[in-house]
C-alpha cells in the first residue's frame, strides 16, 4: 500500500540533478525497457519499468534500499529501444550513486575498492600470477597502485561508501 | 598501426589465452601492441558507487596513454565502453573537463587533453586491418565448423560512444570476422542477451541463470563453440559452465573460445600457442577438425 503522505515528490528532482539521471521525467512508462530485459527474463525480481515509476511516484526509502536496482546488468538494452531516450543504464546508475551516498553500499562493491586500493585491479597480480604469464611467454606486470589509491582518496570513496545494513 | 594495449583487471589474470592469442594475431596482421607500465583498471566497477571517481580512473588510463602517444586498444568490451563513454564524455563537455583534470592533475600530474580514440580489438581488426588484409595470412581450412557468435553488450551499446558504426539489433562485425576463415557463425535464438557478467557480484543465481539461457540456445541450434570477445564473458559462459550445469541440472560441454584464437587457427597457429591448454571447457573435437590431429 503506498501512504501518499510517506511519498518525496522532490526525489525525482533528486534524481535529475545526478549525472545520468537526468532525462526520468521522459518515462511515460511504456514497459519497452522491460519487455527486452534479459534480466528480467530469468527473474522478476528487476523490471526497469516498476523501478522508474516508483522513483516518478516518489517512493524514495523502498527504491533506495531496495536490492533491486542492483540487479541491472549494464547491457543497454533498455538504453537502446527506449522511444523516450531516458538512458535507463545511467538512470539506473544515478539511483545507485544516491543510494550509496545514503548509506547503501552493497558488501561486494565495499570489497571491490578494497582490492583496488590494494592491487589496482580487482585481481592480484602477484608472484605467481606473473610466473604463469612468463611461462606462457607474456611480459610480466607490475602492480602500481600508488595512483589508483590517491585518485580514491582524493574522492573520498570510503567516506561515499557506508556499510549497509 | 600501434597502440597501447589496454589490458584491465580480468585478462591478464584471468584470460590468458586471449592475451596470448590476441599478441600472436596482432603481430601476424601487423598491429603493434605497446604494455604501457600504470595502466590499472578502467574504472567500470567503481561507477555503481560514485560516476565521478570512475571517470577519474578512466581519465588516468586515457591520460596515460595520451603521455604516450597511441590509441588505446583493449580485450575487454567493459574497457572498451568504459573508456570510449569517458574519452567521448570529456570531450564534449568542457565543464565536467576542467572539473577532472583539476582532480587528474593533483593525483596523477596529468591532465586529459581528448587526443586519442579507445578502440576494441574486434573493431580494430575489423576496420583498421579489414577483411580482405585478414584474409591473406589465413592458410587453414574452417569451413567444417559451426559456430555461434557472442558479441556481448559493451562492445555494440551504447551505440552513440562508437559513433553508431554498428547497429546493435542487427549487428555483422563479429559473423564477418567468424566467416573470414571459412567457418560457418550460425544463426540462434536470443544472440544479443547479456551473459549476466555484470550481477555476477550481485546476485550469482541470477547471472548464472542469464547464461545459462544462451548456453541452452546455442546447444540447440547445433553450435560447435560459442566465440567471444570479452573475459568477462568468458567467465559466466566457459568458468561457470559446470556450476551452471549442476545448478540446472543439465549438460552442455559446450567449448568456448575467443576470436583471436579461431583466427590465429585459421592463421595456421597450433592450438598451444594459442592458450588452449587454458580453455576450460576442452575443445578436443574442434581441434580435431582443424588440426586433424585426435591428440589435441
Known amino acids: 500500500m503506498i501512504i ?52 516518478l511516484l516518489g517512493m524514495r526509502k523502498a527504491v533506495l534500499s531496495s536490492d533491486f536496482i542492483w540487479l541491472c546488468s549494464a547491457c543497454h538494452t533498455c538504453y537502446e529501444r ?69 585518485i580514491l582518496l582524493s574522492a573520498g570513496i570510503e567516506e561515499i561508501i557506508k556499510s549497509s545494513t | 598501426m600501434t597502440y597501447a594495449f589496454f589490458l584491465g583487471c580480468t585478462v591478464p589474470v584471468r584470460s590468458l589465452n586471449y592475451e596470448l592469442s590476441a599478441r600472436k594475431v596482432a603481430r601476424a596482421v601487423g598491429i603493434g601492441m605497446v604494455d604501457i607500465d600504470g595502466f590499472e583498471c578502467c574504472g567500470y566497477p567503481i561507477r555503481h558507487l560514485d560516476q565521478m571517481t570512475a571517470l577519474l580512473l578512466a581519465a588516468k588510463n586515457l591520460s596515460l596513454a595520451e603521455e604516450h602517444g597511441y590509441d588505446i586498444c583493449t580485450l575487454c568490451s567493459a574497457c572498451a565502453g568504459t573508456l570510449a563513454d569517458a574519452n567521448r564524455k570529456l570531450r564534449e563537455n568542457a565543464g565536467l573537463r576542467h572539473d577532472i583534470n583539476e582532480k587528474l592533475s593533483e593525483t596523477t600530474g596529468r591532465v586529459y587533453r581528448g587526443t586519442l580514440e579507445v578502440k576494441h580489438f574486434a573493431r580494430v581488426l575489423f576496420q583498421d586491418v ?94 560447435e563453440a560459442l566465440v567471444l570477445i570479452c573475459p568477462f564473458c568468458d567467465i559466466m559462459y566457459e568458468s561457470n559452465q559446470r556450476k551452471i550445469e549442476k545448478a540446472f541440472n543439465t549438460r552442455f560441454g559446450l567449448p568456448v573460445i575467443y576470436l583471436t584464437q579461431l583466427l590465429g587457427l585459421a592463421m595456421g597457429m597450433i592450438p598451444d600457442e594459442l592458450g588452449f591448454r587454458l580453455n576450460r571447457v576442452k575443445a578436443k573435437d574442434l581441434l580435431a577438425k582443424v588440426t586433424h590431429d585426435e591428440s589435441t
Do not use: W
Open chain 1, 82 to 150: 527506449c522511444p523516450q531516450d531516458v538512458r535507463i543504464t545511467d538512470l539506473m546508475t544515478a539511483i545507485k550513486n544516491i543510494a550509496v551516498r545514503d548509506g547503501y553500499t552493497p558488501p561486494p562493491f565495499v570489497l571491490q575498492v578494497s582490492l583496488l586500493k590494494e592491487h589496482g585491479r580487482l585481481y592480484e597480480i602477484g608472484e605467481f600470477e606473473n610466473q604463469k604469464r612468463i611461462d606462457l611467454g607474456l611480459p610480466g606486470i607490475q602492480e602500481n597502485p600508488e595512483e589508483i589509491r590517491r
Open chain 2, 130 to 223: 579489414g577483411l580482405e588484409e585478414i584474409r591473406r595470412h589465413l592458410n587453414t581450412d574452417l569451413s567444417s565448423l559451426r559456430l555461434a557468435a557472442h558479441y556481448g553488450c559493451h562492445y555494440l551499446k551504447p551505440s552513440h560512444i562508437y559513433d553508431s558504426i554498428e547497429d546493435p539489433e542487427t549487428p555483422h562485425t563479429l559473423d564477418d570476422l567468424i566467416e573470414v576463415t571459412g567457418a560457418a557463425s550460425i544463426a540462434f535464438e536470443g544472440r544479443d542477451r547479456c551473459c549476466g557478467g555484470g550481477v555476477l557480484a550481485m546476485d550469482e543465481t541470477v547471472a548464472l541463470a542469464m547464461a545459462r539461457e544462451k548456453l541452452d540456445r546455442v546447444v540447440q541450434a547445433g553450435g
Open chain 1, 4 to 55: 501518499v503522505s510517506d511519498l518525496d515528490h522532490h526525489f525525482k528532482d533528486e534524481i535529475a540533478k545526478e549525472p545520468g539521471g537526468e532525462h526520468i521525467t521522459r518515462c511515460f512508462s511504456c514497459g519497452t525497457c522491460t519487455a527486452g530485459c534479459p534480466v528480467r527474463e530469468v527473474t522478476d525480481r528487476y523490471n526497469p519499468r516498476k523501478i522508474i515509476r516508483m522513483a
